[in-house]
């Protein structure tokens, strides 16, 4: 009889992957089904998400386990090659379940969102009648539920004219140079190994909001020369701290006369009002409509995709 080993932990491994998979698949649809709003069942999400972090935890295990596996297969001449290629995939069946379970759930969530949307037309449109009676949109409206138990209540938002529209305004600031950075990276704009100034501004061309992103936390200091700032020195990390101190509540008009023109822009809101809700999964996934329908390819640093007329902004 030929050698089979590694042939019950290969099998339990499929097993386990297999049961997670299944498991994550309950506890990721019942949510999103049509059934009465109730928070308490989008709780299930997280089991789901523990699920996943599980099956992500198997998969670098198994990195490890078919390498050791494989090894001891083709020390034994016994072992027939087909079984070997038998306990390589056996030993991957957690990743294969969590890649299937990632691209699988997606369409599932899609169509819960397109139900979402569907369900918030009639709100859409009460908004709409007030703002053409009165001339501006509500101030607040009731949280209308959705009917689905993972998006339980639609949540409104009116902008002031000042905040229904903001800008980015986005510098170079060069290379870090191997040098500490900040850890929270608010803008993916630019170029990902180099720094860069972020400037906020709001409807009223006014600097809303400056800061360093992706920048050096070891540069010493020093005060802003419009000169060697001109001449894109690396020299720019460095002022910087002078520079959110000059410039912060700036006008546009000044900020680009001391700075020139930015290397980048591109919109962050445009809309005076917005109607969201919380999406599952992730708390910081938000699923929104605005009326002008101007929605920014990014959305803080989460990424932004078209849902009908709405827009669901993934992390």
Known sequence: MKARPFFALSLNWVIVAVLCAAAYFVFYSVPLSSLAPDPSLARWHTVARSIAMLLLTLSTVSAVLIVVAIIACLRDPEVPGPYIVWVGF???APFFAYVGVNLSTWPMHRRALERAAAQGAEVITAIERYSAEHGEPPESISNAPTSLAAYPTFSYTRFTPKDARRTLWWYD?????GRTVVADWSYPDGQLSHAILAV???????????VADRASLDMKPMLFDEATWQAR??????MVADIVKRFEHASKATLSAALGQPDGERLLVDTPWELWVRTFPSDVDRFFYWPTKHYPPVLGNRSVMAVGD??????
């Open 90 to 92: 056996a030993c991957m």
């Open 173 to 177: 600031l060069g290379l870090r140079h």
């Open 200 to 210: 906020e501004l709001d409807g009223e061309d006014t600097v809303r909001r400056i």
């Open 233 to 238: 020195t690396a020299s720019r990390q460095a």
């Open 310 to 315: 709405w827009a669901y902004a993934r992390d």
